[in-house]
């Protein structure tokens, strides 16, 4: 991408929460954005705020097709593509290994995980050709042990950080990392809340409880600014690697 050029951005669950933001946030700055998710209102409503700069695909990122058809939207409607946020994803099952839902396992990995890979194959070839940028949406939970119950969700970060070292490695015009972008007031969250406390530890459960009934959960927009920053401006230095959304490496994407 030139310095001239206006970015074209794939952001996957693009409805509400860290991925509306980020969306939000790119949309602020001109970028054009290809929204996609499962639900439709929270896409369509930035398509209404923001004529002629969005795109967006309905459906469930588990279907491999709907990640393709993003990428596809992008080049037919826009032109070119230069950046993608994998954000999607989700968390259940929470369960311990020994009593795990093997089929709900293998479905969280299709969302998490193998519909980033079906997407990257369609998309490699045009962000070689704009020298684009990935960011990939982490978690501590890709290599703390702590979080009891998470180990569906948790193994398919820690693949999603292999993929971004692997991604940065294969090739070398197009940038790549994993962020983290920690506990945040989000609708993951909530279900969280809502519906996995018997499968957690009870320490974990109650601090994200906690921090949403006293207010001191975070908001999504630090993460949702270092990410949009990051999809446009990352340096290839930073390529390969995971971090904190506030780790020092990354405090320069911090500001709009």
């Known amino acids: ?17 860290l991925g509306y933001t980020i969306a939000e946030k790119l949309l602020t700055a001109s970028a054009k954005v290809v929204a996609v998710a499962r639900s439709e209102a929270g896409m369509a409503k930035l398509a209404e705020q923001y004529p002629g700069q969005v795109e967006y695909v309905t459906g469930d990122l588990g279907d491999y097709d709907t990640g393709v058809k993003a990428v596809q939207t992008a080049i037919n409607k826009f032109g070119s593509l230069s950046g993608i946020v994998f954000n999607a994803a989700i968390i259940s099952p929470v369960s311990t290994i020994a009593t795990t839902d093997i089929e709900a396992f293998k479905k969280l990995f299709d969302v998490n995980f193998f519909s980033i890979i079906t997407t990257l194959k369609a998309a490699i070839p045009y962000l070689r050709e704009s020298k684009g940028k990935v960011v990939l949406v982490s978690s501590e939970a890709s290599f703390e042990s702590h979080f009891y119950g998470w180990e569906a969700y948790g193994s398919s970060k820690a693949c999603v950080n292999h993929l971004a070292a692997t991604l940065a490695g294969e090739e070398p015009d197009i940038f790549a990392i994993s962020v983290d972008p920690g506990v945040m007031d989000s609708a ?4 969280i809340r809502e519906q996995h406390g018997s499968q957690m530890k009870s320490e974990h459960h109650e601090y994200l409880v906690k921090v949403k009934e006293d207010g001191t959960i975070p908001s999504t927009e630090p993460p949702a600014t270092v990410i949009s920053n990051l999809v446009v401006k990352g340096p290839m230095e930073l390529s390969g690697t995971y971090y904190a959304f506030n780790s020092p490496a990354l405090s320069p994407y911090l500001t709009a």
């Open 1 to 17: 991408m030139t310095a001239g050029d206006v970015p074209v951005v794939i952001v996957t669950g693009a409805s509400r929460g």
């Open 188 to 191: 993951m969250q909530q279900e």
